[in-house]
């Protein structure tokens, strides 16, 4: 069992920055792909960014250059860098894991974390 627990959300202008945190507990990360994923209301999950065990990471297309994620085996944590975030970032942010292997589908990640609100103001 992993338990994951997101951290970071809130209020910020849009322009600005914001790092969200994916802490682990229960087993370590190093065999696990992490993603984030965001819900807007009214709106489906959508996938955001993904990092593997091997450090191979992935990006939505609507992120890609703005949004970085990187992890921290010894702190078993992933983090996602926001930058230059936009109104339509706005959404409850989600960590997921998945052993071993990447994948962008929401339905394919066995663990979740509570969600953290992120609210980009225009």
């Known amino acids: 069992q992993v338990q994951l627990v997101e951290s970071g959300g809130g209020l910020v202008q849009a322009g600005g920055p914001l790092r969200l945190s994916c802490a682990a507990s229960?087993?370590?990360?190093?065999?696990?792909?992490i993603g984030w994923f965001r819900q807007a209301p009214g709106k489906e999950r959508e996938f955001v960014a993904a990092s593997t065990w091997s450090g191979e990471t992935y990006y939505a297309d609507s992120v890609e250059g703005r949004f970085t994620i990187s992890r921290d085996n010894a702190k078993n944590t992933v983090y996602l860098q926001m930058n230059s975030l936009k109104p339509e970032d706005t959404a409850v942010y989600y960590c997921a894991a998945r052993q071993w292997y990447y994948s962008d589908s929401s339905d394919k990640y066995s663990y979740w974390g509570q969600g953290t609100q992120v609210t980009v103001s225009s």
């Open positions: 229960g087993r370590t990360l190093g065999s696990y792909a």
